[in-house]
Nanobody
Framework: EQLVESGGGSVQAGGSLTLSCLVS????????MGWTRQAPGKEREGVAA???????MYTDSVKGRFSISKDDAKTIVALQMNSLKPEDSATYYC????????????????????WGQGTLVTVSS
């Protein structure tokens, strides 16, 4: 396994969860890492990305509520999710993108990144 997610679960609206992604193997060389999510019946959506220079990027719907981070060794990528809403319910996938000439962005990570098996987040109203 290259990307292994954990930390999903069920929470009430307004609550918080922290997702973690253990990065191993070739994924250590990724210059862009982050998270995507997919709700039942919906397309996969990019959520957050973090570049090699620690630049953080978020989709508009989570700005101010979610925070992405990674450790110096790039072995853990975390997503702190606060003020969760029912519409945040989805399977969350850790994603990584190696050097491919594309800029690190939420959109490119969603389209071109590799991802793990996912962890389910359910937010009840």
């Amino acid at each position: 396994e290259q990307l292994v997610e954990s930390g999903g679960g069920s929470v009430q609206a307004g609550g918080s969860l922290t997702l973690s992604c253990l990065v191993s193997g070739y994924a250590h060389n990724s210059y862009c890492m982050g998270w995507t999510r997919q709700a039942p019946g919906k397309e996969r959506e990019g959520v957050a990305a973090i570049g090699r220079d620690e630049t953080e990027m978020y989709t508009d719907s989570v700005k101010g509520r979610f925070s992405i981070s990674k450790d110096d060794a790039k072995t853990i990528v975390a997503l702190q999710m606060n003020s969760l809403k029912p519409e945040d319910s989805a399977t969350y996938y850790c994603a990584a993108m190696g050097p491919n000439g594309l800029e690190c962005s939420v959109s490119n990570l969603r389209r071109f990144g590799a991802w793990g098996q996912g962890t389910l987040v359910t937010v009840s109203s």
